[in-house]
């Protein structure tokens, strides 16, 4: 079975709302932060330590990665992606605008049978023993598997972090489908709800980076949580007061669960 690997690196859509820094500013202002210095110069970096390796090293090479990424990212960034996997006749770089285009294309990829598509963000990593532990579900064509068990990893001065292990049923990372493209079964928080899903509790699967330029912000500390939903909070107030009301009201439910 093939294993098909797909990653989004920084695709710049103003109409996307699945993620924060696309629901919170205007394109001008989610432009700016998506392309920021700091924010690409990190990823570049957990990419390069994290992700890259994971998917490389892996002990069983009948694999495929497919990275999608803008074609408004940095020039001098869209040249460092190209130099990293210009020697891998089996990574593909594509460019799209949007996520519209991204999913299009995920859907008419040409797709060798017997086939599994995973997902794999740009900052995140996998076992190097996925390929082989995923290719034992090459019967369970239509399944979802979902394999449960991580650790969380922090990069820090190039120095990566390994943090406490952690186990999540349908985590979209290393989510994979078997003779399906995973990113066309919706939201993977209830996947089970659509498909069914195998559930793989093998240790160490998979590696959630921790980092300040992430939606999630396991690992952190409550002081750290706070500060930045404060400083989000902040940002609503002085930008997008409309939304200011809606967002205390859910952080107020967030806390009286703690």
């Known amino acids: ?37 700091a ?4 990823k570049f970096d ?6 890259f390796p994971s998917i490389v090293q892996q002990t069983c090479n009948d694999w495929e990665w497919i990275i999608y990424t803008s074609d408004l990212m940095p020039a001098e960034y869209m040249e460092c992606l190209r130099a990293l996997v210009k020697d891998y006749k089996n990574i593909v770089l594509i460019t799209v605008k949007n996520f519209s285009e991204f999913f299009e294309k995920t859907s008419s990829y ?3 049978k017997l ?3 995973v ?44 943090g406490k292990k952690f186990s999540e049923k349908n985590s979209a990372l290393g989510l ?10 919706g939201s993977h928080s209830d996947i089970d709800k659509r498909f069914n899903v195998i559930y793989d509790r093998s240790p160490d699967m998979f590696f959630l980076t921790c980092s300040p330029f992430t939606d999630t912000k396991r690992g952190f500390t409550a002081l750290n949580r706070i500060v930045v939903k404060l400083e989000r909070l902040l940002f609503l ?4 007061p409309d939304r200011v009301p809606k967002e205390c009201a859910i952080y107020i439910r967030k806390l009286g669960r703690h």
Request: contains cysteine; positive net charge.
């Open 1 to 37: 079975m093939r294993i098909y690997f797909i990653t989004r690196f920084s695709i710049y859509d103003p109409k996307f709302r699945g993620f924060r820094v696309s629901k919170d500013y205007g394109p001008m202002e989610y432009q700016r932060r998506l392309f920021d210095k």
């Open 46 to 51: 957990t990419f390069q330590n994290i992700t």
């Open 176 to 185: 994979a489908g078997i003779e399906i493209n995973i990113y066309n079964c």
């Open 237 to 240: 107030v002085l930008r997008r």
């Open 119 to 162: 997902r794999i963000d740009d900052d995140d990593g996998l076992s190097n023993c996925f390929v082989e532990k995923l290719r034992q579900y090459s019967k369970d064509v239509g399944s979802i598997v979902s394999f449960t068990e991580g650790r969380l990893v922090r990069l820090v001065n190039g120095k990566l972090f390994i």
């Open 115 to 117: 086939f599994a598509t």
């Open 39 to 42: 924010r690409l110069n990190h």
């Open 110 to 112: 040409n797709y060798k």
